[in-house]
C-alpha cells in the first residue's frame, strides 16, 4: 500500500489550502487516515484524524478552521485548511490504518505518505 500525497504551498496569512492523499495497492481495506504536521524544531504532531465512518478529531489549534473528509472511495483523505497562520507551517504527513488481504490471511499496519511542505507567510 502507498500512500501519495498532493503538493503543498506557499499560502500567505488568512489564506486557505487543501491537500489530498490517497492510497493505493491491492486488496485492502483502509480505517482510519490522518493528518500529521512537522514544524521546524518541534516534534511531530496529529492535526486531525477521520475515521472510515467520518468520525473527525483536530488538534486544539486548528478546530474551527481544519477540516478533514473522506473520498467516496474512502482511500482518500482531505484536508481543507482556511485562515492559515503562520504557526501552520511545517511539513505534513498523511497517514491510515490499513488492513490488507492476502492469501496467507489479513494484517493491519500504519502507512506513511511523503511529506508536503506548507507554508504561511505573515
Known amino acids: 500500500v502507498q500512500l501519495q500525497a498532493s503538493v503543498g504551498g506557499l499560502v500567505q496569512a488568512g489564506g486557505s489550502l487543501t491537500l489530498s492523499c490517497t492510497a493505493s495497492g491491492t486488496s485492502f481495506y483502509v480505517n482510519g487516515m490522518g493528518w500529521y504536521r512537522q514544524a521546524p524544531g518541534k516534534r511531530r504532531e496529529l492535526v486531525a484524524a477521520?475515521?472510515?465512518?467520518?468520525?473527525?478529531a483536530y488538534l486544539n489549534s486548528v478546530k474551527g478552521r481544519f477540516t478533514a473528509s473522506r473520498g467516496n472511495a474512502k482511500n482518500t483523505v482531505h484536508l481543507q485548511m482556511n485562515s492559515l497562520k503562520p504557526e501552520d507551517t511545517g511539513v505534513y504527513y498523511c497517514?491510515?490504518?490499513?488492513?490488507?488481504?492476502?492469501?496467507?490471511?489479513?494484517?493491519?499496519?500504519?502507512?506513511w505518505g511523503q511529506g508536503t511542505l506548507v507554508t504561511v507567510s505573515s
Open positions: 477521520i475515521t472510515d465512518g467520518g468520525a473527525t
Open positions: 497517514s491510515a490504518n490499513v488492513v490488507v488481504s492476502t492469501s496467507e490471511g489479513s494484517y493491519e499496519d500504519d502507512y
